[in-house]
């Protein structure tokens, strides 16, 4: 076998976003564009010589090959071992866990999370730093520098590696070591979760539905929920991975997920309901007609931790990103604990977490995740769900209903306008930043703004700056709306609106959340002009 030095040139636009490299599946499929992004990790986290890294991906469309490019390349680099996922299959939490457990330095991950797969569809690839988690914004910039400036790879010139079979083999110098996927994280969820009781649960008759939408969770769920809890079998479906995820979207919210929310709010429903995304990390809850935001999922978990073995000690803080409603902030302050308030992006939470600062954190789109690993975590939250299912005797919706009495409801949702032209999402975030100095004290709507900034980020571990983080214009009474670009499309702009008002009368807390929401829904429009600039007169997705 020899090596390589292949000449190249920079591609542009391989900038990392909120979670790694994400493109239309093609363009990772062109000439040079995943082996330029490749070399630029190795070459922008001081080399591949002597190192170890774990490997693996959800399954998606091209999975299979880009797994075979990185192994040669990681070979050709110097890379002393990759530890892969059989079939270069790993969940991205599982991801986590193999590279804390083996202690390696760090990880590549082949998903593009939630997005659709596919021969059309989207691709991605990241880089996890040695503490498993998403690399920190200081290591993400010194790849993209890297793309900007490469002018040759290293390959590997050999056969394919058999990643079929758990096993070691060798590439070149380079050892590999396949490895069962599940295994090591379904051994680390029985030394959280109090198994023994949700076994019981299930043996008393309780019924789940877990949609693991054709994703990778499915291999993970069937061996944990039937295989060892004792779920009834069919209690996991669409449990086949598949490359282009059956022809779905696998981002669990009530609108990709709809058949298991019609099941859910149907005769004869399930006493719980879940489901996951591509790549393993998102998570959806929800009851016999309860459907649980994901922000009132985090604050839920928090105030019932110490019911599960891993928290009975407390908490030692949790952590939101700034558009996840302050639903969590009450229960902090109930426990006398810290709430930090990040931006975006799971990386923001590694310090926390690594500092011992936070135990648990969450994200609205759908992450939820603890000091367990590095990522958040899909299948976690629906243990950590049925763990206190088990223990309080109580149906999601009766926890709910006695959360938001203790507690306050939340009323909370989230707008997407997906594929705007680019210039038009600038241009409409560049009018909104022009008045936040004036917005303070006005009336928008029937609402009277509070205050209105452009929400930084100092980090109190390293001291590190992150500014430019979103837009928010918060009301008189708790009402909020937050703007931001994603990070994660692929394609044109997505403008996502965040809204909020906080209800503590008991009496009205039944409401449809868009019904609940409709005066801060007219002021978000009134200031940012959204339908004006965008041109559509309704979101393509409301969660």
């Not at 790694?20 to 990772?28: C, E, N, W, Y």
């Not at 900007?148 to 070149?172: E, I, R």
Request: overall charge negative; some cysteine; proline content about 5%.
């Amino acid at each position: 076998m020899s090596i390589h030095t292949v000449a190249t040139a920079p591609i542009e636009g391989q900038k990392p976003g909120t979670s790694g490299l994400r493109k239309k599946t093609p363009v990772f499929m062109g000439p040079h564009y995943l082996e330029n992004f490749v070399q630029s990790i190795f070459n922008g986290t001081g080399g591949a010589d002597g190192k170890t890294y774990v490997l693996g991906g959800d399954g998606r469309y091209f999975n299979d090959r880009a797994a075979q490019v990185i192994l040669r390349m990681a070979a050709a680099n110097g890379a002393k071992k990759v530890i892969v996922g059989q079939n270069a299959i790993l969940s991205t939490p599982a991801a986590s866990h193999l590279i804390r457990k083996r202690g390696t330095d760090g990880g590549i991950i082949m998903s593009a999370s939630h997005n659709p797969g596919g021969p059309n569809e989207d691709f991605g690839v990241k880089f996890n730093a040695a503490n498993g988690g998403p690399a920190p914004e200081g290591m993400t910039e010194k790849i993209f520098a890297e793309t900007k400036t490469l002018t040759a790879y290293k390959m590997l010139d050999a056969q394919d590696v058999d990643l079929s079979t758990p096993g070691t083999t060798s590439l070149g110098a380079m050892e590999i070591e396949v490895v069962d996927p599940v295994a090591d994280y379904q051994d680390l969820m029985a030394e959280i979760f109090d198994f023994d009781a949700i076994r019981a649960l299930f043996a008393g008759g309780f019924r789940m539905r877990f949609d693991a939408m054709h994703a990778v969770t499915g291999p993970y769920a069937r061996a944990i929920l039937e295989g060892t809890l004792g779920a009834p079998a069919g209690s996991v479906i669409n449990a086949a991975p598949s490359p282009d995820f059956g022809g779905g979207h696998p981002d669990p919210n009530p609108i990709w997920a709809k058949p298991l929310m019609e099941e859910m709010y149907g005769d004869n429903a399930p006493d719980f309901g879940a489901a996951s995304d591509g790549d393993g990390d998102r998570n959806m809850i929800v009851g016999k007609g309860a459907y649980v935001t994901p922000s009132d999922s985090l604050a839920v978990l928090a105030a019932n931790a110490t019911l599960v073995p891993a928290y009975a000690g407390g908490l030692r803080g949790v952590a939101r990103s700034m558009p996840t409603s302050g639903a969590v902030d009450r229960v902090a302050d109930s426990l006398g604990i810290a709430c930090y308030e990040t931006p975006t992006g799971w990386k923001f939470f590694g310090n926390l977490l690594d500092a011992g600062r936070a135990t648990l954190c969450g994200e609205e789109s759908a992450g939820t995740g603890s000091d367990h690993v590095r990522e958040k975590d899909g299948l976690w939250a629906v243990l950590f769900w049925l763990n206190v299912l088990a223990k309080r005797g109580q149906s999601v919706a009766d926890i709910m209903t006695d959360h938001w009495a203790r507690f306050g409801r939340n009323y909370y949702s989230r707008h997407d306008y997906e594929a705007v032209d680019s210039a038009a999402a600038n241009g409409l975030m560049d009018a909104v930043r022009g008045q936040l100095a004036t917005l303070p004290g006005s009336s928008v709507a029937g609402l009277t703004v509070t205050g209105a900034d452009e929400f930084a980020y100092d980090d109190p571990v390293d001291g590190s700056r992150s500014e430019g983080q979103g837009l928010r214009m918060m009301f008189e009474g708790g009402g909020r709306v937050v703007l931001r670009l994603s990070g994660t499309g692929t394609e044109g702009a997505t403008l996502r609106v965040y809204l909020e008002r906080l209800e503590t009368d008991s009496a009205q807390m039944d409401k449809d959340p868009q019904d609940a929401l409709a005066d801060v829904i007219a002021a978000a429009d009134a200031i940012a002009g959204i339908t004006s600039r965008t041109g559509r007169d309704a979101p393509d997705v409301i969660t």
